[in-house]
């Protein structure tokens, strides 16, 4: 269908300059155009709403534009790419788009102009959360606008990101793909190196973070063992602590051995520890958790920050039980902050998914490995986790409350022998939780005064939070970490680890205070 045939229903497109998006990419060689029957496209960055333009079209454009058309376009938007071309190059006020005839021909060269780089698929010149300090001053607004409200890789009028299910970019012609491949054209290439939806929450999280950049992969032990493969040489050395997420240790203790290399484990607080391995051995990193898993033990970040880079090693933080808006690691003074956004990121126990922040000559190099490992998140799991960003202060909020009170009141509580919370002033890292943390997260460990039998009988008592790993969903979540995460070992090596029987692991999700807080105690008067 020609354009003529609806040009006298829809009035002239309108587009809104956005400077502080403007990127730039190298100026393609002399005598090198980008094809297209739409208009005389000249650069990428004049049809791709992340580089210098928001485009805001007629509601019924798509639904008027021939099914051929349609068909050629993909799923990403582009036919409003090819509207908005339209008026980007004919402002004058006499143009109608009469004289111009849409076809495939003419929209898929617009698809490979997106502003995208294969290597980094990030938005050019991205400086992290700075870019929205104008006008969003708080981690709630980033946490909902960042990587949308501005702009993003998707050409469209919807509030909602859509997702781009494809598993591979098309190239409208040899030319175009070399240009591509000597970096003269930014354009995403094959699923497993990136995708349009996955990029917009890469950008809301390094945006939260303060990151130059984030790499999502298909799962948080995705996101630790990549990065850990990528940045620690064969016969390499690093430094770890005592508590932490099992598999992490089972990484550690078992597969990285194979490449030779080894592991000093400390206790997160030992400074002397730390250093010690710092003079002794060469260190290339050190990887903890902070908070830890399940004890959550803190990290002075800042402090061990200064003390490895003095000795020319990284540290990365695992920051997955304080979430972004808890702890700043990276401000802290960390290279990296892994996160399993399986868990308050998402915030639904409906999907899985790892993120690795920081700056873009590091995670470009874990970038790099994840694109040979092929560890991809799916792009309808990226939508799930940015539809959960949107909640994910009010979340966070409500947990970190929640938790406070109720490990108060166990603490307190008769037939509770010991609660481990960075919340509570009985915590060893009590006063540097509050120096680095704005809140102290949704997760309480305990101790119930019995034995395994009689802390199961606790845990079955409950009505409210489901019996089940994992933890930060919407759900309250409870296990016994003996039986859940350790019941392969004997008793006495789960003590090794600090694991007795009678550890109780509660993750508060949304639910009502009074609810939970009546659920438990009534738990606790059955045992």
Not at 32 to 47: E, I, L, N, Y
Not at 97 to 106: F, G, I, Q, T, W
Not at 171 to 192: C, P
Request: aromatic letters at 8%; one cysteine or more.
């Amino acid at each position: 269908m020609a354009v003529s045939s609806f040009a006298r229903v829809i009035p002239s497109f309108e587009c809104r300059s956005d400077p502080d998006f403007s990127g730039s990419l190298p100026p393609p060689k002399a005598g090198v155009r980008f094809p297209g029957k739409a208009s005389s496209v000249s650069h990428p960055s004049q049809v791709h709403g992340l580089s210098s333009l928001i485009f805001r079209f007629p509601p019924n454009f798509v639904r008027q534009l021939s099914i051929k058309a349609r068909r050629n376009c993909s799923n990403i938007g582009v036919a409003q790419v090819v509207a908005a071309s339209w008026s980007n190059n004919h402002a004058g006020p006499d143009f109608t788009p009469a004289a111009n005839a849409v076809d495939s021909s003419a929209v898929a060269p617009l698809v490979e102009n997106a502003a995208f780089n294969d290597e980094t698929v990030q938005i050019e010149g991205f400086t992290g959360v700075n870019k929205y300090a104008s006008f969003l001053n708080s981690d709630g607004s980033v946490a909902i606008h960042a990587g949308e409200r501005l702009g993003r890789g998707i050409v469209t009028d919807a509030i909602t990101t859509p997702v781009v299910n494809t598993s591979a970019y098309f190239f409208n012609k040899t030319s175009d793909l070399i240009d591509f491949k000597e970096k003269r054209r930014a354009s995403f290439e094959y699923g497993r190196y990136g995708n349009p939806t996955t990029v917009v929450l890469e950008e809301k999280i390094s945006a939260l973070e303060g990151a130059e950049s984030t790499l999502l992969m298909a799962s948080g032990m995705c996101a630790s063992t990549v990065m850990l493969l990528a940045l620690v040489p064969a016969g390499g050395h690093i430094v770890t602590t005592t508590d932490c997420y099992r598999k992490t240790r089972i990484f550690i203790e078992t597969i990285l051995p194979k490449m030779g290399i080894t592991a000093t484990v400390i206790d997160p607080a030992d400074v002397g520890a730390l250093e010690l391995a710092l003079n002794q051995k060469k260190v290339n990193l050190f990887f903890t958790e902070s908070p830890t898993n399940p004890f959550l033990r803190c990290v002075d970040i800042e402090l061990v920050s200064k003390l490895c880079h003095e000795k020319g090693a990284l540290v990365c933080i695992d920051g997955t039980f304080a979430t972004p808006l808890n702890q700043k690691a990276l401000a802290l003074g960390a290279d990296l902050v892994v996160h399993s956004a399986t868990k308050y990121i998402g915030g639904h126990n409906d999907v899985l998914a790892g993120c690795i922040s920081g700056p873009d000559k590091l995670v470009s190099v874990v970038r790099n490995l994840h694109h040979i490992l092929g560890g991809a998140i799916n792009p309808n799991a990226a939508y799930l986790i940015i539809r959960g960003m949107k909640t994910l202060h009010l979340r966070v909020q409500q947990q970190n409350s929640t938790a406070q009170r109720i490990a108060e009141i166990l603490e307190a509580h008769p037939k509770v022998r010991c609660v481990y919370y960075p919340g509570l002033q009985s915590h060893p890292e009590h006063q540097l939780a509050k120096k680095q943390m704005t809140g102290f997260g949704g997760v309480v460990s305990f101790e119930v005064d019995g034995d395994l039998l009689t802390t199961a009988k606790f845990i079955d008592a409950l009505k409210i939070p489901y019996i089940a790993p994992s933890f930060g969903g919407c759900e309250s979540i409870v296990d016994q970490p003996a039986i859940m995460s350790y019941w392969d070992l004997s008793q006495s090596d789960r003590a090794k680890y600090g694991i007795l029987d009678n550890l109780v692991r509660f993750s508060f999700g949304v639910e009502d205070f009074e609810d939970l807080k009546a659920d438990i105690l009534q738990a606790l008067e059955a045992i």
